[in-house]
Each structure stands twice: as C-alpha cells, then as structure tokens.
C-alpha cells in the first residue's frame, strides 16, 4: 500500500504544490496592503483564500479516486495484484497527507500576520484544565467527518461506474447517489441522537472527570452527536458508535465494489 500512496503523491504534488504556492504568495501580498487597504477587507480576503485552497485540496483528492475509475490510468492501477480496500486506504491517506499540508500553509500565513495569534490562542485554552482533552476528541471528530465524507465520495462514485459505463451520465448519477446516501445517513444519525440520548460528558473547567448521562424520556433531547457547551465535551455514544460503523461500512463497501463489481 505504501507504493500506491507514493505513486498517487507523486502524480499529483505538482499540482498542490502549485496551490499551495499560489495561496501562500497571495496571502503574503494581501499582507502589503495593511494600514493601506481597511484590515477588515484584507482579513476578509485572506480567509477566503485560505479557505478555497482548504476546499480544492480536498476536492482535488476527492477527485483523484474517479480518475481511476474512468481515465486510462485506471486500467494501471485496478489491474494492480492488490485489494481494493488498500486502493480506497491509499487514496485516504494521500487525501490526509495533502489536508495536512494545507494546514501547514494556513499556520505559516497565520504566523505571517500575527506571530502571537497562536500563543493568545493556546493561552486562552489553557484556562481549560483539560485542553488536550478538548483538542484531542476535536481533531478526533474533525477526522471521523472527514474520512467519512471522503469515503461517501468514492462509495458513491463506485456505485455509479457500477450501475452506468457512459462516464457523463455516470458522473451525474454519482451526484444523485452521494445526495441520497449522505441525507439517508444524517437522517438516521439524526433519529438515533434523538431516540438515544445517552452521552458521555467530559469536564474541561474542573478536574476533566467523563462521567454518563441521558434522559429518562425519549425524544426530549437536542439531536446532536458531537458539542463542546458549558465547558464540557458532549459526546452521543449511540452516534459516535453509528458513525464509526458508517465509515468502516463504506470503506468495506467501496472496496467490495472495486473488486468485485466494477469492469473496465
């Protein structure tokens, strides 16, 4: 698997790099503009910027997986004498790798404009006795939504090339089925969260002790699986377990339909 990680990497940094590239060099001439343009205006620009660089990198990786399904490359690498849950793995990984360097280059432009932001902000959260708490289950829900997400993606795109070879059609049908799994999913999320209210709750003010609760009534709680409110980490188990479950479904899935489904 590390080869096809490597393989798809070196096939596709140019054209992060060059994001990348762009977004850092746009950013640092935005920052020429302070005390000459309104710093409101030029912070403005430079979170869209950092934001559509975030977006496309994510695209562009999203998208990368599709390329094996219906360009010429695809006929390389699904030929491979390797399982389709390790190209869905790798195509992952890549994915996280790029998302991470796209972090990296938000950082640096945050340092850019205000080398102390960061410090203020790590101050800030050290009132919390339990911050690396916080921040650990934070970037622990961050990942879960968003190889989640990425595996719907390529569920989605699998199920398409499955059910039409016309690459246009395909592509649009794999739009329509994207939407319809992703609502039929939250839906399910979202009666779960309502119908088992049971939560772990982790103190982040006092001493970070995690103890249960729920509501002996059901259905009189807010739908919600993941929050951070009053100074505490609210955590749905029912639907961090369902989500958990969802993820590794459709990673089994997308990779049962490369092997077994999908012709080229």
């Not at 590390?2 to 393989?7: D, E, T």
């Not at 719907?152 to 499955?162: D, G, N, P, R």
């Not at 009053?230 to 089994?252: H, P, Q, R």
């Amino acid at each position: 698997m590390g080869k096809l990680i490597k393989y798809d990497i070196k096939g596709s940094y140019k054209l992060f790099l060059t994001i990348f590239i762009v977004a850092f060099l746009a950013n640092l001439g935005l920052y020429t503009r302070i005390d000459k343009w309104p710093r409101p205006l030029i912070y403005g620009l430079v979170i869209l910027v950092i934001v559509t660089m975030g977006i496309l990198t994510f695209a562009l990786s999203a998208n990368s997986f599709e390329k094996e399904l219906y360009e010429d490359r695809g006929y390389l690498t699904l030929t491979l004498p390797v399982s389709g849950n390790k190209i869905v793995a790798a195509k992952t990984i890549s994915c996280l790798i790029w998302t991470a360097a796209s972090s990296i280059v938000t950082i640096l432009t945050i340092l850019i404009y205000n080398n102390s932001v960061l410090k203020e902000i790590y101050t800030k959260l050290s009132a919390l006795t339990s911050v690396k708490t916080a921040i650990f289950f934070v970037i622990i829900n961050l990942l879960i939504v968003m190889i989640s997400l990425l595996l719907l993606i390529f569920f989605s795109v699998a199920l398409s090339k499955m059910a039409v070879k016309k690459k246009k059609l395909s592509k649009f049908l794999g739009g329509v089925f994207f939407i319809a799994v992703i609502a039929l999913l939250g839906y399910i999320d979202y009666l779960i969260t309502k119908y088992i209210p049971y939560t772990i709750n982790i103190n982040l003010i006092n001493d970070g002790t995690m103890h249960l609760s729920g509501l002996g009534s059901l259905g009189t709680t807010s739908a919600e699986s993941f929050i951070i409110r009053d100074g505490s980490v609210v955590i749905n188990i029912a639907s961090a377990i369902y989500n958990i479950l969802t993820m590794i479904g459709l990673f089994l899935g997308t990779g049962y339909l490369i092997d077994n489904k999908i012709d080229l």
